[in-house]
T-cell receptor, first 113, second 113 residues
């Protein structure tokens, strides 16, 4: 079974630039999560989708972050414009449904300079 | 906001010893999950324990859940150097409108050969 795929693995951008991350969840998984993990901290939930609908985005900085999940499969997370404090690993995860184990991708390490 | 809080923040033991990590949380949950994260790698699911369960085993791992105290513990028996990693508890919240899978800050475990 293929795992959660994320790209790119690494990205370096200057502040005020924009960046997008892509996630392909495990086939058949209805729930998709995006997390931000700053070095030395636990993952912070940014947004959670159920199929192609958002069920929680309470911690998403909506003035600069946006996410979508087209057709309930792939998802993209965008930051525009980026700030220095956005430097982190962005993790995508999926689960079969809401109350089941989540499978994580390898993450995208973003450095904003 | 981070729901779960692990204790201790860091733990160093000799190979062969047992390691115990604790997690406390604040609100009602559907389930509680434990994940492991090796340096430079993604998060790997270890165990999911539902709110109506009190104990669960998987190989050398034992998880307990006390919903009256809003706490859980993860016991790793006969530790190995390969167990060196950060361990996170994640709570799957229940309640009206709450669908978050929220992580704590983690316990960093070092197993010395």
């Amino acid at each position: 079974e293929a795992g959660v795929a994320q790209s790119p693995r690494y990205k370096i951008i200057e502040k005020r630039q924009s960046v997008a991350f892509w996630c392909n969840p495990i086939s058949g998984h209805a729930t998709l999560y995006w997390y931000q993990q700053i070095l030395g901290q636990g993952p912070k939930l940014l947004i959670q989708f159920q199929n192609n609908g958002v069920v929680d985005d309470s911690q998403l900085p909506k003035d600069r972050f946006s996410a979508e999940r087209l057709k309930g499969v792939d998802s993209t997370l965008k930051i525009q414009p980026a700030k220095l404090e956005d430097s982190a690993v962005y993790l995508c995860a999926s689960s079969f449904q809401r109350n089941t184990e989540a499978f994580f991708g390898q993450g995208t390490r973003l450095t904003v300079v | 906001s981070q729901q779960g809080e692990e204790d201790p923040q860091a733990l160093s033991i000799q190979e062969g010893e047992n390691a115990t990590m604790n997690c406390s949380y604040k609100t009602s949950i559907n389930n509680l999950q434990w994940y492991r994260q090796n340096s430079g790698r993604g998060l790997v699911h270890l165990i999911l324990i539902r709110s109506n369960e009190r104990e669960k085993h998987s190989g050398r791992l034992r998880v307990t859940l006390d919903t009256s105290k809003k706490s859980s513990s993860l016991l790793i028996t006969a530790s190995r150097a390969a167990d060196t990693a950060s361990y996170f508890c994640a709570t799957d919240l229940s309640g009206a409108g709450s669908y978050q899978l929220t992580f704590g800050k983690g316990t960093k475990l070092s197993v010395i050969p």
